[in-house]
C-alpha cells in the first residue's frame, strides 16, 4: 500500500493514500456505469409503450416534431436546462455534465438494438425491467457524489431563488413537460403513473447498496519520537457518509428527489441529502 510520511514535532505520522484512490476509483467507475445504464433503462421505457417519465414524455415529443432521435433530443434537452443554471447561479459538477454526454447516446445505442416490443405479455416485463434498472442505475451514479443532473439542478436552483418548496417546485416542472411532450406527441400511460410511484422507494433502496463512504481526516498511525513519554497508535476515520434519498422531491426536510444538492435533512449535527440526478 503506497504511504506519505510527516512529521509533526516528535511524532511522525504515516497516511495511506491508496484508499483514497479507490475510492475515487470506484466513484467514477459508479458514475459511468450508472449513467449508461440510465440510458438503457430510459431506452426500455420507450420500447414496454406503456408510457413514458415526465421527462421522457417531453423528449419524445420533441422527438417527434423535429425527426432527431430521442438520444440525441435529451442530450439538446439537458445542455439548454443547463444554460438555465447560469441566471439562478448554479454550479455544475462532473456528474452534472457527463449526464448531458453519456445518457443520450447509451439511450440511442439501445433504442438500435432493442426492437419495439407488442403485447401486454411483453410490454409489462419490459416496462418493470427499465423501471428497476432505471432505480439501480439512479442509485449508482447519485452515489458516487459528482453533482446533480441538469434537470433537477433546475428544480433546486428554482427552490433556492424563489423561496417555493421542492415539491412545488418539482411539480410545477413536470407538470409542465408532461403537458407540453403530450401536445407535442409524447406518450403518457400506465408506465408514467409506475414510475412515479416506483422510482422514489427504488432510488433509495440502491443508493444504499451502492453508496461509497465519504472521506474524512485520513487514516493516521501516531508513533512517539525521541523523548515522548510512551506510544499511542489507533488509525482516526470518519463516521461513512450516508446520503439520503426519498421519493422524488417529499420535503425540504427530507432532501430533494431525483439528481443533487437539494435540501437535506439534519442528523447528529451532520446535514446529509441529495437528489436523484438525471
Given at each position: 500500500m503506497d504511504?506519505?510520511?510527516?512529521?509533526?514535532?516528535?511524532?511522525?505520522?504515516?497516511?495511506?493514500?491508496?484508499?483514497?484512490s479507490t475510492r475515487l476509483t470506484r466513484r467514477l467507475l459508479q458514475l459511468y456505469v450508472g449513467l449508461a445504464l440510465y440510458g438503457v433503462s430510459a431506452a426500455l421505457i420507450v420500447r414496454a409503450g406503456l408510457g413514458l417519465e415526465p421527462w421522457g414524455v417531453l423528449h419524445q415529443g420533441?422527438?417527434?416534431?423535429?425527426?432527431l432521435t430521442m438520444?440525441?433530443?435529451?442530450?439538446?434537452?439537458?445542455?439548454?436546462?443547463?444554460?438555465?443554471?447560469?441566471?439562478?447561479?448554479?454550479?455544475?459538477?462532473?456528474?452534472?455534465?457527463?449526464?448531458v454526454l453519456v445518457i443520450g447516446v447509451a439511450m440511442d445505442a439501445t433504442l438500435a438494438l432493442v426492437p419495439e416490443v407488442r403485447g401486454l405479455l411483453v410490454q409489462i416485463p419490459v416496462l418493470i425491467a427499465g423501471i428497476v434498472l432505471n432505480g439501480t442505475a439512479t442509485g449508482l451514479y447519485i452515489a458516487a457524489r459528482f453533482g446533480p443532473g441538469p434537470r433537477d439542478g433546475l428544480m433546486t436552483g428554482l427552490h433556492r431563488v424563489t423561496g417555493r418548496s421542492i415539491r412545488l417546485v418539482r411539480t410545477g416542472l413536470e407538470a409542465a413537460v408532461v403537458a407540453t411532450g403530450f401536445a407535442l406527441g409524447g406518450s403518457v400511460g400506465v408506465g408514467t403513473v409506475a414510475y412515479a410511484l416506483a422510482i422514489g422507494p427504488l432510488a433509495q433502496m440502491f443508493l444504499r447498496v451502492f453508496a461509497v463512504a465519504e472521506p474524512g481526516p485520513a487514516a493516521a498511525v501516531a508513533e512517539s519520537g525521541p523523548g515522548s513519554p510512551g506510544r499511542e497508535s489507533g488509525?482516526?476515520?470518519?463516521?461513512?457518509?450516508?446520503?439520503?434519498?426519498?421519493?422524488?422531491?417529499?420535503?425540504?426536510?427530507?432532501?430533494?428527489?431525483?439528481?443533487?444538492?437539494?435540501?437535506?435533512?439534519?442528523?447528529?449535527?451532520?446535514?446529509?441529502?441529495?437528489?436523484?440526478?438525471?
Open positions: 504511504q506519505s510520511t510527516t512529521t509533526i514535532g516528535s511524532t511522525r505520522v504515516s497516511t495511506h493514500v491508496s484508499r483514497g420533441l422527438s417527434e416534431l423535429t425527426g438520444g440525441v433530443v435529451t442530450t439538446v434537452v439537458g445542455a439548454l436546462v443547463l444554460l438555465l443554471w447560469i441566471p439562478i447561479r448554479q454550479r455544475p459538477g462532473l456528474g452534472t455534465v457527463s449526464n488509525p482516526t476515520t470518519a463516521e461513512p457518509g450516508f446520503t439520503a434519498v426519498t421519493r422524488e422531491g417529499e420535503g425540504e426536510e427530507e432532501g430533494a428527489g431525483r439528481g443533487g444538492g437539494g435540501p437535506a435533512r439534519e442528523s447528529g449535527g451532520r446535514v446529509e441529502g441529495t437528489a436523484i440526478s438525471r
